[in-house]
Structure formats: C-alpha cells, structure tokens
C-alpha cells in the first residue's frame, strides 16, 4: 500500500492506526458476550484543540500504562469534544494512568487492511494503489510513548483537554 510513499512517518501512522482498529475491536467484542463481571469505568471527557481551534473527527486513545490493561477510545465531534468508552459507549475509563494518543487522518486516506508488511504490498492487477494516509495533526501525537500526552482516571474531575501545538 504505501510501498511508492516508503516514508518512516506513513509506516508509523499506519502502524497506529492498526493500534486503534484493533483497540476499537477489543471494546467491541467483549461488549457482545456475557463473560466475567467488569471492573466499574469512570465517566471521562474533554475537548481537543490546535492552536485554539477545535479539531473534530479525531481518535482520541487513552492506552494503559499497566501490561494487560484496557484502552478507552472516543471521536471527538465538531466542537473537538470526546466521551471514551470502554465497554459499551461513553461508559468512561478504568481508573489508571493512561498514555494518550490522538490520530486524525484525511477522510478518504488509503486503508490498512489486507497487508501486515507495508513494504511489500504490490495491489491487485488492474487496481490502483490507495493514496497515502495523511495526518492532519503533527503526527507525535498519534504515538502515546512520543506524544507526551497523559492521563491519570480516579475521583474526582476528569476531564482532560488537550491542546495541541504544530
């Protein structure tokens, strides 16, 4: 898919992106079976900005900083705000300390599915290559570890706006 692009910071968004599917598939699964109880989530919200504005249609994840621990996701929505949900929508977060991603791309962008190896993706014969996924957002902050965005869930507000700078 991206093989013509090559470009570190598309192999790195795309690798992001296939966090999020599959953090987004791991909230949807478990929501559809009946299994062991839950731990309680906490209602958390906020807005998302750049240089002031708002910043709709971004994936905002908060992803655990403790090995096993679930992610919470939510979209934000033309005014930049997002609820996260766990389990079912806009349930919140597990209390914790959390690393925070926010990804948002160019509707339209080319997709992720069908390769785990970017480079060598030849598409179909016939077909033409997708276009190349372009961030909208300075794209340290699609990667929690390299954001430096973080969150602590407990009592209390929570809350948390984001500003991001370019």
Same mark, same amino acid.
């Given at each position: 898919m991206l093989a013509s692009v090559g470009t570190r910071a598309s192999r790195f968004l795309v690798?992001?992106?296939?966090v999020v599917a599959s953090a987004t598939a791991l909230l949807v699964v478990p929501a559809c079976s009946s299994g062991?109880?839950?731990?309680?989530?906490?209602k958390?919200?906020?807005?998302v900005t750049i240089n002031g504005t708002p910043v709709p249609k971004a994936t905002v994840s908060?992803?655990?900083? !403790?090995a096993g621990g679930r992610p919470a996701? *939510?979209?934000?929505d033309d005014a930049g705000q997002y609820t996260l949900t766990t389990f079912t929508a806009g349930d919140g977060a597990?209390?914790?300390?959390y690393g925070v991603a926010i990804i948002k791309v160019e509707e339209g962008a080319g997709s992720t599915v069908g390769t785990a190896n970017t480079e060598q993706y030849i598409p179909?014969? &016939?077909?033409?290559?997708?276009?190349p996924v372009k961030s909208l957002i300075p !794209?340290?902050?699609?990667?929690?570890?390299?954001?430096?965005?973080?969150?602590?869930? *407990?009592? &209390?507000?929570?809350t948390f706006d984001f500003e991001l700078a370019k």
């Open positions: 690798s992001h992106l296939l062991p109880k839950r731990p309680p989530t906490i958390v919200s906020g807005k908060f992803l655990s900083t !403790v996701v *939510g979209i934000t597990i209390a914790g300390d179909p014969e &016939g077909m033409k290559e997708p276009p !794209v340290r902050f699609n990667n929690p570890r390299e954001s430096g965005l973080k969150a602590t869930v *407990g009592s &209390g507000n929570n």
